[in-house]
């Protein structure tokens, strides 16, 4: 077990030298929201540990025995014509061997007129993309801490071009029940294509998050903090729009502060009555808001909300999240207890 959390460390140290974000990888798909309760918390919710079963998607090391037998169908109406979902189910065989956990998730990118070098049009294409996932989180001796691994197949067909590819994720949660506190850190994506596109091998979209999230005393609420894409701290880019000139017409361009490049990994969410059977869920993340922000006019980019209601073993969730003026998207959710 030592040797098993020695190399989990060693792996996020090592990988995380060749880290990629957005536009520099393939199966972008991968590190998109896997439930309405997480879109609604913020985007990247990595330290629920209870009946939640696409947790585990996430976060291998949040499967627990609450996931018994649990089904969760998700899908989303992306931006444009884009669709995707998820669907995960757990199993507990018995205590001492804790949880197995299996989830899909799929998206379709719709459909595009396609046209030769000569401009003369060649008909209609798709694109889509899935991965398969299998699970497993364990208790590390009698300690507070929980570790957990995903192992994903992923395959890709866009246009007349195809690939296929594996990746790992690991997860470290710590759980304080005494403070109802949790704290959590997700290596994600570490893999590669074993078949590529055009003979061109591509790096997959790899992802280091950590997670803070505890249940207030005296007030029905649990507050999220998460800090994503740590793999790589300056992620902000200077905006040409937002430069300045001076009355002898000298550009000055933005500044980007360690202030803008910590709240750039930063998402934040709460939920109201974490435990009841009715939930109100906020969100918002920084880098969002900033990267879709229009100058000089207020459009609550980065913003998410969301309720969780539930109906004796059914429990529905639903979450609208804030793009621009001209996207935004809905997320819809359903679990089923089969027990």
Do not use: C
Request: glycine residues 8%; charged residues 15%; proline residues 2%.
């Amino acid at each position: 077990m030592r040797i098993l959390i020695t190399l989990f460390f060693v792996i996020s140290a090592v990988t995380s030298v060749g880290a990629q974000l957005g536009g520099n990888a393939t199966y972008q798909f991968l590190n998109l929201m896997s439930s309405p309760r997480q879109a609604a918390l913020g985007g990247k919710t990595i330290t629920n540990v209870d009946y939640d079963v696409t947790q585990g998607l996430y976060n291998p090391a949040a499967i627990n025995v609450e996931m018994d037998n649990q089904l969760a169908l998700n899908y989303a109406n992306h931006l444009g014509d884009i669709r995707y979902g998820t669907a995960a189910y757990a199993y507990t065989v018995d205590r001492r061997t804790q949880t197995f956990h299996a989830g899909v998730t799929y998206i379709n990118y719709g459909s595009f007129d396609g046209y030769d070098e000569n401009g003369n049009s060649t008909g209609t294409f798709t694109g889509n993309e899935a991965a398969l996932s299998f699970g497993y989180a364990f208790q590390i001796g009698f300690s507070d801490f929980y570790a957990g691994a995903n192992i994903k197949l992923i395959s890709s067909k866009l246009e007349q071009y195809s690939s296929f590819g594996g990746a790992l994720d690991f997860g470290l949660i710590y759980i304080n029940e005494y403070l109802d506190f949790n704290a959590a850190l997700v290596v994600r994506n570490i893999g590669t294509q074993f078949t590529t596109y055009a003979d061109l091998r591509e790096p997959l979209p790899f992802e280091i998050d950590l997670g803070l999230s505890q249940t207030l005393q005296f007030v029905p609420i649990r507050w999220h903090l998460t800090f994503e894409n740590l793999q790589q701290w300056p992620i902000v880019t200077a905006n040409p729009a937002r430069a300045s000139t001076d009355l002898n017409g000298n550009q000055t361009q933005e500044k980007v502060s360690f202030s803008s490049n910590l709240s750039r990994h930063t998402l934040i969410g709460l939920e109201l009555f974490p435990d009841k059977g009715f939930n109100i869920r906020l969100g918002y993340s920084f880098r969002r808001a900033e990267e879709l922000r229009i100058i000089d006019q207020r459009n609550f980019s980065g913003l998410s909300f969301g309720i969780g209601m539930k109906f004796n073993k059914l429990r529905f969730s639903y979450t609208h999240a804030r793009y621009s003026l001209a996207a935004n998207t809905s997320f819809l959710g359903m679990q089923i207890d089969l027990q």
